[in-house]
């Protein structure tokens, strides 16, 4: 029988135990602080042949992540789900711009690593932060905070305190893709676990969560690029 293995994770404010498969594969057991390893261990047992199934579901993928974009002329990059090509040319505001192309001055060009990523992460807060927002609004459901995050693995999360987290490289995805994203972890704000009541919150708000869902299990290993 294959070996399981996982990480205990414990919270004095959490009040159930979740189960997290993550998308480098590695399984994280969130419990609350009093319950006995003995009792984890039972119930990962129980929920063995459903990790197993999640271990070997498509999205979780092992293969490199993709080698990041050269900041040069006729390159191309992401943003809400079109590729835009890169031109190193003068800018009005000296830095990134956003036009037809991906206008890039030829004094940041050689800032390779963060020219692009700096740009995104400026985006993600413009353009995600509000419509974490409003969704909230939209649910009925209030946060301690949301923030804009660098998160390899994860493309958002709701802590145990009420605070949702949401990965800055999403801004490369279709809007329709961010907003599943935001409401599948603000709904964690209703339903901690992935029940079927979980996955009907989400359903109701983002019609297209399925198409979003096969969006990101084609595509997501993009989005990973290093900028």
Known sequence: MKELNYKI?????????????????SVVVHV?????????????????????EK?????????????????????????????YRIEVTDTRSGDV?????FLVPPARQAK??????????????????????QHAAELGVNFKSVKIVDNRYRWGSCTVGDSVNLNWRLIK???FVIDYVIVHELAHLI?????????????AKTATMEKAKSWLK????LLEEEV
């Open 9 to 25: 994770v414990r919270s004095a404010k959490r009040k159930t135990l979740t189960i997290t498969v993550e998308r480098d594969r």
């Open 32 to 52: 609350p602080q009093k319950t006995p390893e003995d009792e984890v261990h039972r119930i990962m047992d129980e929920k063995r042949q459903w990790i197993l």
């Open 55 to 83: 271990l070997r579901h498509p999205q979780k993928y092992e293969e490199p992540v993709p080698p990041g974009k050269e900041v040069v002329n006729g390159e191309s990059a992401l943003y809400l789900g079109r590729e």
């Open 97 to 101: 711009e956003l036009s037809r192309h």
């Open 112 to 133: 390779r690593h963060k020219v692009l990523r700096d740009w995104y992460i400026s985006q993600a807060q413009d353009k995600i932060l509000p419509r974490a927002k």
């Open 173 to 175: 995805a279709p809007m």
């Open 191 to 203: 339903e901690a676990n992935h029940t079927a009541e979980f996955w009907s919150i989400v359903r």
């Open 218 to 221: 084609e595509h997501g290993q």
